[in-house]
């Protein structure tokens, strides 16, 4: 059985060389990604190749980055347009829900309770080293109406549950139907994937799939986070959030869908169910490609903008020009980034 690929990437708190823009597609500012998908999903995979309707749910890969003070999250692959949810769970500071607890905010017909705890001791449990202090979800949805809509539910997620959540929404697809609140969240929807986990994956993985689900969180709705390393659990679930698929970042390692959300434990599942965005306390900004060392393809990126202002990236000594300084900062930092 094949397992997920997951690879540590460094969140550089200052602002990206290449800026992210909230369209639904993956941007090289995300460098290499966090997780790549290898279980083929069970909600279908979507042949209708159309940027905003989807007959299939299923995550693909998984990137991120810290941006201008925002989280941004992209989920590569497709949301079904029958009211499929993609959730995604944070978390970013000290405390949290281990297991999800039935007393937090009401937010999208109160489906995060609907995972959580029923007075029964059950709830989606998370893996011993994560507890949800955040959570954030996406909804596709209004079929046969030929009118696409999308929608956002957020909730802080306190130890003690009882925290704040919000809603946003009719969005569309694509960067004209995004949505973007007052208080800095969005969502952005390309659904033209239509590769499918089995059906055309370059090597046998999703690694080939670049649009899907774009999310921002900002910073400042994490609980006063300042820095450190941040977890994310991302997951495909039902309409109602109710049925939870065998769509999780990080992943299951194949199998089937899981079902009942409360009734699930990702401790007794092999491997860690969520990604970590890794807080590097030394800034590498000769690493033009986030992929965590200085090497031939950064060295690649640098000779593509050679004489260009850097806007694109490249400038590593800030005078506006990408020449032979910019060089020497890049063969003087060559290697893995510290």
């Known amino acids: 059985m094949r397992h997920l690929m997951f690879l540590a990437i460094p969140v550089l708190a200052t602002t990206s060389l290449a800026q992210i823009v909230m369209d639904g597609a993956t941007d090289k500012g995300y460098g290499a990604p966090l997780a790549v998908q290898n279980t083929q999903t069970q909600f279908g995979d979507s042949n209708i190749a159309v940027i905003d309707w989807a007959n299939g749910s299923e995550i693909d890969v998984v990137s991120a980055k810290i941006d201008a003070g925002k989280l941004y999250i992209m989920c590569a692959g497709n949301i079904e347009s029958n009211w499929n949810k993609l959730d995604i769970f944070i978390d970013a500071v000290a405390g949290g829900q281990n297991r999800i607890l039935g007393n937090n905010a009401d937010v999208d017909f109160n489906g995060l ?110 609980g006063g986070y300042t820095a450190g390393d941040i977890k994310i659990c991302a997951m495909i679930n039902g309409g109602g959030h109710d049925y939870l698929s065998n769509q999780i970042m990080g992943g299951l390692g194949g199998g089937p869908n899981l079902a009942e959300p409360r009734l699930v434990n990702f401790e007794v599942i092999p491997g860690d169910q969520f990604v970590t965005l890794v807080d590097a306390s030394t800034p590498c900004p000769a690493d033009l490609n986030g992929d965590a060392v200085v090497d031939a393809a950064d060295l690649a990126a640098l000779l593509n903008a050679w004489d260009s202002d850097g806007s694109a990236g490249g400038d590593l000594n800030g005078d506006a020009i990408v020449d032979a300084a910019d060089l020497a900062v890049l063969l003087n930092s060559w290697g893995a980034c510290a």
């Not at 046969?144 to 956002?152: D, F, I, K, S």
């Not at 539910?153 to 809603?167: H, I, Y």
């Not at 800095?184 to 929807?189: D, E, P, T, Y």
């Open 113 to 222: 309770n609907r995972m959580g705890d029923d007075g029964t001791g059950n709830g989606l449990t998370f893996d011993a080293s994560f507890a949800a202090d955040f959570f954030f979800s996406f909804t596709c949805g209004n079929p046969g109406t030929g009118v696409l809509q999308t929608y956002v539910s957020f909730a802080t997620m306190p130890t003690e549950g009882a925290g704040l959540g919000g809603f946003a929404g009719p969005g569309a697809a694509g960067v004209k139907g995004a949505i973007a609140t007052k208080a800095g969240f969005g969502a952005a929807l390309n659904n033209s994937n239509a590769l499918g986990v089995i059906g055309g994956f370059k090597g046998g993985d999703g690694s080939g799939v670049l649009t899907g689900v774009e999310i921002a969180i900002p910073l400042s709705q994490l």
